[in-house]
Nanobody
Framework: EVQLVESGGGLVQAGGSLRLSCAASGFTFDDYAIGWFRQAPGKEREGGSCISSRDGDTYYADSVKGRSTITIDNAKNTVHLQMNDLQPGDTAVYLC?????????????????WGQGTQVTVSS
């Protein structure tokens, strides 16, 4: 059974930082890319940060590029998302997902399994 469990969300003030973690199991971790996406109420899912577990190649959506860094720990089957200079517009549920295609998928609909998500709230 594929499982993706997110942690690390919380409440921070504008300008603060958070480090999210995604613990993966139930599939051959090294064969797939893992992505972080976010979704605010009434908004489309966006803001992808993605990494290949095979070679470490990364992709960042424009909305998060420059403030977010995705890293991978292959030994622990865990992906981290370091987010800096958070702003109220970053408030959303952040979700971890496994890519469907086996490539480095930059779009949310290229992923087939999702975690429950972790809430990030940024106050002004």
């Amino acid at each position: 059974e594929v499982q993706l469990v997110e942690s690390g969300g919380g409440l921070v003030q504008a300008g603060g930082s958070l480090r999210l973690s995604c613990a993966a199991s139930g599939f051959t971790f090294d064969d797939y890319a893992i992505g972080w996406f976010r979704q605010a109420p009434g908004k489309e899912r966006e803001g992808g940060s993605c990494i290949s577990s095979r070679d470490g190649d990364t992709y960042y959506a424009d909305s998060v590029k420059g403030r977010s860094t995705i890293t991978i720990d292959n030994a622990k089957n865990t992906v981290h998302l370091q987010m800096n200079d958070l702003q109220p517009g970053d408030t959303a549920v952040y979700l971890c997902a496994k890519v469907l295609t086996g490539g480095l998928g930059p779009r949310w609909y290229e992923y087939d399994y999702w975690g429950q998500g972790t809430q990030v709230t940024v106050s002004s």
